[in-house]
């Protein structure tokens, strides 16, 4: 079994950054492809980035290409995001997650309690 846990999530302007930060415990993940996913009020979860077992490989949502940044320390058991240039649709309760697979995948495994972040305009 894998836990894992955010941090990192809370209040910030519109044109602000935060960094979210998904601690493993349990076993390790080093080996599997981690993913961070978000659900804003009244909407469905949907993927945010993704990023293969060994960190060389990443995926994002078209919504935040070119602001947010996925990366990954097996070292430490640990994934963040930054996110950059935050919008007010950015708002949303953020997911870490893991999956069985290596590589870069939206097909997950273990999920977190989540981190709610919230971008005032």
């Known amino acids: 079994q894998v836990q894992l846990a955010e941090s990192g999530g809370g209040l910030v302007q519109a044109g602000g950054s935060l960094r979210l930060s998904c601690a493993a415990s349990?076993?390790?993940?080093?080996?599997?492809?981690m993913a961070w996913f978000r659900q804003a009020p009244g909407k469905e979860r949907e993927f945010v980035a993704g990023?293969?077992?060994?960190?060389?490989?990443?995926d994002y949502a078209d919504s935040v290409k070119g602001r947010f940044t996925i990366a990954r320390d097996n070292a430490k058991n640990t994934v963040t995001l930054q996110m950059n240039s935050l919008k007010p649709e950015d708002t949303a309760v953020y997911y870490c997650?893991?999956?069985?697979?290596?590589?870069?995948?939206?097909?997950?495994?273990?999920w977190g309690k989540g981190t709610l972040v919230t971008v005032s305009s």
């Open positions: 997650a893991a999956s069985s697979w290596y590589f870069v995948t939206r097909d997950m495994r273990y």
């Open positions: 349990g076993r390790t993940t080093s080996g599997s492809a």
């Open positions: 990023i293969n077992w060994n960190g060389d490989s990443t």
